[in-house]
């Protein structure tokens, strides 16, 4: 099962910041968190992934809570080719190698 | 360096015919792995392979669903016979990342075959 809770749907104006909430309340110290975009038709696309400090790279910002039971992606100033469905993903360790296991996502609406 | 290659990008069959996917991971990728996308779900993870040996195989229909990845490089997946509720995108994806140690890298997934049953 996913071990990640997020809101099924959020709407952004063109140019504003993004936020999307993410809740992993029973994250492992080992495990890290992997956010994933997927456009219509396409398969899912990497973003950003963590541990425990906050990321940032040229797509967006990660934000993950001191407890690490929570974390936040943030696209800074979004644009209509963001509109997607956001996954927030905790990767985790599998016998000799680990796996990703999707929850439903967020579905981000970016409008003019 | 080239994607993740899948094929076809579509098919349309009757239930109860059989169908076979194929997948290119990224080279040197050593595990590769199977998903099933149902419309309006997250992608579910039906089998994963490192090298040429299965992982994990738990969610995989396997009176139906079968999946081989000879010589540890492409991978196909097989299904026979079909139903309806088969009605999916199929995703591949590879990894190069190993027991322990920060995972540099995440999955890279090909673009999917669309399998309509009818």
């Known amino acids: 099962d996913a071990k990640t809770t997020q809101p099924p749907s959020m709407d952004c104006a063109e140019g504003r910041a993004a936020n999307l909430p993410c809740n992993h309340s029973?994250?492992?110290?080992?495990?890290?968190v992997y956010w994933y975009r997927q456009i219509h038709s396409q398969g899912p696309q990497y973003i950003i992934h963590?541990?425990?400090n906050n990321e940032t790279n040229e797509m967006a910002s990660l934000i993950i809570t001191e407890d690490r039971k929570s974390s936040t992606l943030i696209l800074p100033h979004a644009t209509l080719r963001d509109t997607a469905v956001y996954y927030c993903i905790v990767r985790a360790p599998f016998r000799n190698t680990d796996k990703l296991i999707f929850g439903t996502g967020t579905r981000l609406q970016v409008f003019p | 360096e080239a994607g993740v290659a899948q094929s076809p990008r579509y098919k349309i069959i009757e239930k109860r015919q059989s169908v076979a996917f194929w997948c290119n991971p990224i080279?040197?990728?050593?595990?590769l792995y199977w998903y099933q996308q149902i419309l309006g779900q997250g992608p579910k993870l039906l089998i994963q392979f490192q090298n040429n040996g299965v992982v994990d195989d738990s969610q995989l229909p396997k009176d139906r669903f079968s999946a081989e990845r000879l010589k540890g490089v492409d991978s196909t997946l097989k299904i026979q016979p079909a139903k309806l509720e088969d009605s999916a995108v199929y995703l591949c994806?590879?990894?190069?990342?190993?027991?322990?140690?920060?995972?540099?890298?995440?999955?890279?997934f090909g673009s999917g075959t669309r399998l309509t049953v009818v």
């Open positions: 029973t994250i492992s110290g080992n495990e890290y």
């Open positions: 994806a590879s990894s190069p990342s190993l027991a322990g140690g920060e995972p540099r890298h995440g999955y890279t």
């Open positions: 080279s040197g990728h050593a595990t």
């Open positions: 963590g541990l425990k």
